[in-house]
């Protein structure tokens, strides 16, 4: 743990039950064999698959010719051949497409939040905090020509350092508000009927989750944006070694520059209320229109089973997409104090972000929030609130290509299966 940060470099170098009968029994026809005989005494033997359309051991196939006996029925006569093909009840087949399909789409909505875009999350980090740089990257042109030239001189490690300590603040994000609500009356969701006394204690839920997690975010922080040139193979587990150090005063030595973390609390918490508020408000908005949208087609004009299974998943798909990116964009500006108060006096080098090669040190000495924000402000100007902005357009950018993609890979998968 020691060697990631020298001792002497003071800042000059360096997330089957029973199922229904009704309406098999003699439905299915009989076969066309050579003898009557072999007709009259074949049984079918196989296991009882949900939803298919075997008989049972003892049970007879009909002889040719003859009706089945009549039974009563209490839903509609059923169709002797369904069209989903394969001997396949149509509901159950739709039923587990559809939760496949789900899955799939979560699964790659996560993929791209997560994996795809943590290289445009390691570069954004690397040139929020570095004060230096007179190359701002506010267009993707610039950032994506910066990546090459990281990736060509370290490896594609340099752009995926530090994911797995972001999982593990996800985690202790999660872990943190879900034993909270379970010991304290502060709700973890609100009710269709909420009153301000229940938002408040809901925010207040998600404050102290965010304070739990800090020193671990600032671990994670540290990860994601030292150079891959000084930095050794630390372990998955370094974040909360690091984390928990921060919080007792031990571990890897830091400057004295370091601010403590009762002066990080307001940022911090700043800073997730508001992605939270934020967020939540895009969400339902952007859920609401396309709800509504979607019911009006469907009052205007009979929809297809296929675009009626898409309007099942993707609108909620669509309005996350449009909240994480208005709340990304809105607090850019905050974000960016934030980690600069996060890494200083923690003795981190950073990649150089002009030349794509090279180390620069953090060596600022931020007072707190309000001098941070003056001295951005007055060096750097209000531009300088924004480095790194042209990473946030390209991960947006792959995000909404992996949804247009999947939601065309599912179309065609409810098509041929319809």
């Known amino acids: 743990m020691h060697p990631r940060r020298p001792d002497g470099f003071d800042g000059l170098g360096y997330r089957s039950g029973a199922r229904d009968?009704?309406?098999?029994?003699?439905?299915?026809?009989?076969?066309?064999?050579?003898?009557?005989?072999?007709?009259?005494?074949?049984?079918?033997?196989?296991?009882?698959?949900?939803?298919?359309?075997?008989?049972?051991?003892g049970e007879k196939s009909p002889p040719y010719g003859v009706p089945p006996p009549s039974t009563p029925l209490e839903g509609p006569a059923e169709e002797p051949f369904p069209r989903g093909g394969g001997g396949s009840v149509p509901g159950q087949s739709s039923e587990q497409l559809n939760r496949f399909a789900g899955f799939g789409i979560g699964l790659a909505s996560l993929f791209t939040e997560n994996v795809l875009a943590h290289p445009?999350?390691?570069?954004?980090?690397?040139?929020?905090?570095?004060?230096?740089?007179?190359?701002?990257?506010?267009?993707?042109?610039?950032?994506?020509?910066?990546?090459?030239?990281?990736?060509?001189t370290q490896g594609p490690r340099a752009l995926w350092k530090g994911m797995g300590s972001?999982?593990?603040?996800?985690?202790?994000?999660?872990?943190?508000?879900?034993?909270?609500?379970?010991?304290?009356?502060?709700?973890?969701?609100?009710?269709?009927?909420?009153?301000p006394k229940q938002i408040g204690e809901h925010l207040l839920l998600k404050s102290l989750t965010y304070i739990v997690a800090m020193p671990f975010y600032s671990a994670s922080l540290i990860e994601t944006v030292q150079s891959e040139i000084i930095r050794d193979n630390t372990g998955i587990l370094e974040c909360i070694?690091?984390?928990?150090?921060?919080?007792?005063?031990?571990?890897?030595?830091?400057?004295?520059?370091?601010?403590?973390?009762?002066?990080?609390?307001?940022?911090?918490?700043?800073?997730?209320?508001?992605?939270?508020i934020i967020s939540s408000v895009i969400q339902k908005i952007v859920l609401l229109i396309l709800k509504r949208k979607t019911y009006?087609?469907?009052?205007?004009?009979?929809?297809?089973?296929?675009?009626?299974?898409?309007?099942?998943?993707f609108p909620e798909l669509i309005a996350n997409f449009a909240a994480s990116l208005c709340s990304d964009v809105i607090l850019y500006p905050l974000e960016t104090v934030l980690h600069r108060l996060h890494i200083q006096g923690t003795r981190?080098?950073?990649?150089?972000t002009d030349l794509g090669y090279e180390v620069l040190p953090i060596n600022t000495q931020y007072e707190g929030m309000r001098d941070c924000i003056n001295t951005i402000k007055q060096e750097e100007g209000m531009l300088g609130f924004y480095k790194g902005f042209g990473?946030?357009?390209?991960?947006?950018?792959?995000?909404?290509?992996?949804?247009?993609?999947?939601?065309?890979i599912y179309s065609t998968l409810l098509q041929n299966s319809v």
């Not at 980090?125 to 740089?133: D, G, I």
């Not at 890897?252 to 911090?268: A, D, E, Y």
């Open 21 to 57: 009968e009704q309406g098999f029994g003699g439905a299915f026809p009989a076969r066309s064999f050579s003898s009557a005989s072999d007709l009259s005494h074949w049984v079918t033997t196989p296991p009882d698959i949900p939803g298919s359309r075997n008989l049972h051991w």
């Open 120 to 152: 445009c999350i390691v570069l954004r980090r690397q040139c929020q905090v570095n004060y230096h740089a007179r190359l701002y990257h506010l267009t993707p042109f610039t950032v994506i020509n910066i990546m090459y030239s990281f990736n060509k």
């Open 166 to 195: 972001t999982f593990i603040v996800q985690g202790v994000t999660l872990g943190a508000e879900g034993i909270i609500s379970e010991f304290t009356p502060l709700p973890r969701e609100i009710s269709h009927k909420w009153n």
């Open 241 to 276: 070694k690091e984390g928990i150090g921060r919080v007792i005063g031990l571990g890897v030595p830091h400057s004295k520059r370091l601010l403590p973390l009762l002066s990080l609390i307001f940022p911090t918490v700043l800073h997730g209320v508001l992605h939270y």
């Open 296 to 313: 009006n087609s469907h009052l205007a004009e009979s929809t297809s089973p296929v675009q009626s299974m898409l309007d099942a998943y």
């Open 348 to 352: 981190t080098i950073i990649d150089n």
């Open 391 to 408: 990473a946030v357009v390209i991960q947006y950018t792959l995000h909404a290509a992996v949804l247009q993609i999947t939601k065309i």
